[in-house]
């Protein structure tokens, strides 16, 4: 019998073996990351300087001071936080939220005498801290939003679903300009398991990405909370 392989499907073939899907690229780079230190500290990324005020960016992760140059200083019941846990997306009273991620709602907080609202999503993906390390769930939060009503936990969401409206300025922690507080953690220890966003952008680290419907968001990656 005579066997013989077409020269596309040879082609083909080596092109899938050289170069993978994206989603395949995007889980195998995030399990060499380090997303913490040794120390057990969060890494820092921040955003990259074409992308500083895309979506409405005004606070990146990691930050010790405010845009005015005062310090971050929040004072939470058991904690003094002094460097950004999260990013800020600054939008007018009633802009749209949205989902940076597929995934399910796991929790809501209507409207917390502090921060006001909040709407948190658990993700399809996880991660490693470290590289060699156990794997965690992602979740995300916003908060300083008015939750969208009828959303329940345990609902499931799509990237880009409307989740709420960003809140106005009528809390102590918003300040005086109302945006989304965004942030991405890695399970339920507040203090230390939140994560640089920069790292999971659809559009590469660092590289702050839009909800667009024509193009396909990866699994492990996000989108802004807010249109852009």
């Not at 999260?86 to 209507?110: H, N, Q, T, W, Y």
């Not at 329940?152 to 109302?178: D, M």
């Not at 945006?179 to 660092?206: E, L, Q």
Request: with cysteine; glycine share 10%; net charge positive.
């Amino acid at each position: 019998m005579r066997h013989f392989t077409s020269k596309r499907y040879l082609i083909a073939v080596a092109l899938v073996l050289c170069t993978g899907t994206w989603e395949a690229r995007a889980q195998a780079d995030q399990e060499e990351q380090s997303f913490v230190t040794p120390e057990g500290v969060p890494a820092i990324h921040g955003v990259e300087r074409g992308f500083r005020r895309k979506a409405g960016l005004c606070l990146d992760y990691g930050k010790t001071r405010l845009r005015n140059g005062a310090p971050y200083h929040v004072v939470e019941p058991h904690r003094t936080i002094t460097r950004h846990e999260g990013m800020d997306f600054c939008k007018r009273a009633g802009s749209p939220v949205l989902a940076p991620a597929d995934g399910r709602i796991r929790f809501i907080e209507a409207d917390n005498s502090a921060y006001g609202g909040v709407v948190g999503i658990t993700t399809g993906f996880s991660i490693r801290p470290r590289p060699k390390r156990a794997r965690q769930r992602v979740f995300v939060e916003m908060v300083h939003i008015v939750p969208l009503p009828g959303l329940r936990v345990g609902q499931l969401v799509k990237a880009g679903q409307l989740v709420g409206h960003v809140q106005k300025a009528n809390r102590p922690s918003i300040g005086t300009t109302p945006h989304v507080h965004f942030a991405v953690r890695r399970c339920n220890d507040w203090p230390t398991c939140h994560i640089d966003p920069n790292f999971f952008w659809r559009d590469g680290p660092g590289r702050v990405s839009c909800h667009d419907t024509s193009n396909p968001l990866p699994k492990g990656r996000i989108v802004a909370p807010v249109p852009c």
